[in-house]
């Protein structure tokens, strides 16, 4: 690197001339770098999709001694809703804390099933349903079960699913 000193005529000052061609440039180089970085991370990073998005109707507490039934109000299943989103190749639990979860599809149902043993996600198909096939009372009445481990117990609701 080339350093040149000259002295000013004001006595106080000393100019710097430290090889400005090749510091320019590598200056250059470092910004270029930056900003191809910064937008070739929007271009690959992947939003969120949501898979499917069910409210609550029933909602099932139970224990080793006990077990509650109690409808969702409506105003309040809004706030009860499971939503699974998809990044990628993987899916998470959105309305449970971001859970990840590994998918099952078989037969006429999704599974979702969380990584972290929290619970899991059964979807009836949507095509299995409109077929008009042998349907039990509960999936005539519902699209999906969210199960979750609360401790010792666990929760569950049934819903159908939100357009």
Same mark, same amino acid.
Request: a positive charge; charged letters at 20%.
């Given at each position: 690197?080339?350093?040149?000193?000259?002295?000013?005529?004001?006595?106080?000052?000393?100019?710097?001339?430290?090889?400005?061609?090749?510091?320019?440039?590598?200056?250059?180089?470092?910004?270029?770098?930056?900003?191809?970085?910064?937008?070739?991370?929007?271009?690959?990073?992947?939003?969120?999709?949501?898979?499917?998005?069910? %409210?609550?109707?029933?909602?099932?507490?139970?224990?080793?001694?006990? &077990? @509650?039934?109690?409808?969702? !109000?409506?105003?309040?299943? #809004?706030?009860?809703?499971?939503?699974?989103?998809?990044?990628?190749?993987?899916?998470?639990?959105?309305?449970?804390?971001?859970?990840?979860?590994?998918?099952?599809?078989?037969?006429?149902?999704?599974?979702?099933?969380?990584?972290?043993?929290?619970?899991?996600? %059964?979807?009836?198909?949507?095509?299995?349903?409109?077929?008009?096939? &042998? @349907?039990?009372?509960?999936? !005539?009445?519902?699209?999906? #079960?969210?199960?979750?481990?609360?401790?010792?117990?666990?929760?569950?609701?049934?819903?159908?699913?939100?357009?």
């Amino acid at each position: 690197m080339n350093l040149a000193v000259t002295r000013s005529p004001w006595p106080t000052s000393v100019h710097v001339s430290a090889g400005s061609h090749w510091c320019r440039q590598r200056l250059r180089v470092v910004l270029i770098a930056s900003v191809i970085l910064l937008f070739a991370s929007g271009l690959f990073a992947q939003a969120p999709v949501t898979v499917f998005r069910g %409210r609550p109707s029933v909602k099932i507490t139970e224990g080793g001694v006990e &077990r @509650l039934p109690e409808a969702v !109000a409506r105003d309040s299943a #809004v706030n009860a809703e499971c939503v699974i989103r998809q990044i990628g190749d993987s899916y998470y639990w959105a309305s449970r804390e971001d859970a990840e979860l590994i998918i099952f599809d078989v037969g006429g149902y999704i599974t979702f099933m969380a990584l972290n043993g929290s619970g899991y996600v %059964r979807i009836l198909k949507p095509e299995l349903k409109q077929a008009g096939g &042998r @349907l039990n009372p509960t999936e !005539a009445a519902f699209d999906y #079960v969210e199960h979750l481990l609360v401790g010792l117990g666990r929760v569950t609701y049934y819903g159908t699913r939100v357009p």
